[in-house]
């Protein structure tokens, strides 16, 4: 989440502010809070700060104080962006008030300007569950071929429930009332046409005991570039792929893994048992929106 997203106006940004995207995509959400009051103690007129503290309380799971945050903003800077209507339009939805979203979504999403082009894409998904849940389906439609072209800008085939997940960090999975209602939109959890409901694939307990102490190596299927990939115990992760590499933290969320580094997005990937690729080793396929990868454990 670019800090002070739809906001072109140049502004000094503090310590406090430059730590608000690695915490809020790692799902600490709860030191997010902590880190943007500090910032606001720093600068009680910046609302950018005020931005921030809304996105976290909104994932942290505590909607209608997120709100407040936004209603702060509003009174600092009256000039109302396409970033605001859509933390706007985030925190009525999650506390279930769908029509008055609706409005400051549509409003995010009226905008044409490049710059807003995450809120587009963010507020997107939600008008989508808005309007397939509530019978707007010509509506519905629409949103869904723009979030299908926007998921190839994000690398994406198509809008998957899994991408989804990547631009939406809730602190409690429990609490992702978005992707139930994407479930209900029709939007399909996998990419590659897997199915989510084979029994093949590894749930959350499963896969902190195949990854977490363990080194697993193999490919990426789409780029054939070799792959390294070890995880510790308490989730610190080392991963090559080709001549990337990065040093990060992996979680497990529901039955997905998410890996975050400093150089790449946030990435949930789904794991799916492969032992007949290779009977004589514990194999296993590795799915994120945008690419494939074959990892076994190494010996």
Not at 59 to 86: I, M
Not at 117 to 133: H, P
Not at 188 to 193: A, L, R, S, T, V
Not at 221 to 237: F, K, P, Y
Request: aromatic share 8%; glycine share 6%; proline share 5%.
């Amino acid at each position: 989440m670019p800090l002070g997203a739809n906001d072109a106006r140049p502004r000094r940004i503090n310590y406090h502010q430059l730590k608000s995207d690695q915490l809020v995509v790692t799902q600490q959400s709860d030191d997010e809070i902590t880190s943007q009051q500090a910032a606001i103690n720093l600068d009680p007129s910046d609302p950018l700060s005020y931005h921030a503290m809304a996105f976290a309380l909104i994932l942290n799971g505590q909607a209608e104080n997120g709100l407040d945050y936004v209603r702060r903003a509003t009174r600092l800077d009256p000039k109302l962006s396409s970033w605001r209507h859509f933390l706007q339009g985030f925190g009525l939805f999650m506390n279930r008030q769908r029509e008055a979203a609706a409005i400051e979504l549509r409003k995010a999403r009226s905008s044409q300007d490049d710059f807003d082009a995450w809120s587009r894409y963010l507020g997107n998904q939600l008008l989508l569950s808005i309007y397939e849940t509530s019978g707007q389906r010509r509506l519905a439609a629409s949103i869904r071929a723009d979030l299908d072209v926007q998921s190839q800008d994000e690398g994406a085939r198509a809008h998957t429930r899994l991408l989804a997940m990547n631009e939406f960090p809730f602190k409690t999975y429990a609490d992702t009332l978005l992707l139930s209602e994407l479930e209900k939109a029709g939007v399909p959890e996998m990419p590659f046409d897997l199915d989510p409901t084979s029994p093949s694939r590894l749930r959350g307990y499963a896969i902190r005991a195949a990854v977490f102490g363990h080194e697993l190596t193999g490919t990426q299927l789409e780029t054939n570039e070799d792959v390294v990939s070890r995880t510790g115990l308490d989730g610190r992760a080392s991963v090559t792929v080709g001549a990337w590499h990065g040093e990060g933290l992996s979680q497990i969320e529901g039955d997905a893994i998410c890996s975050w580094f400093p150089t790449s997005p946030r990435n949930r990937y789904a794991v799916f048992s492969e032992n007949a690729a290779a009977p004589k080793s514990v194999t296993y396929l590795y799915v994120r929106p945008s690419a494939r990868f074959r990892l076994h454990v190494a010996e």
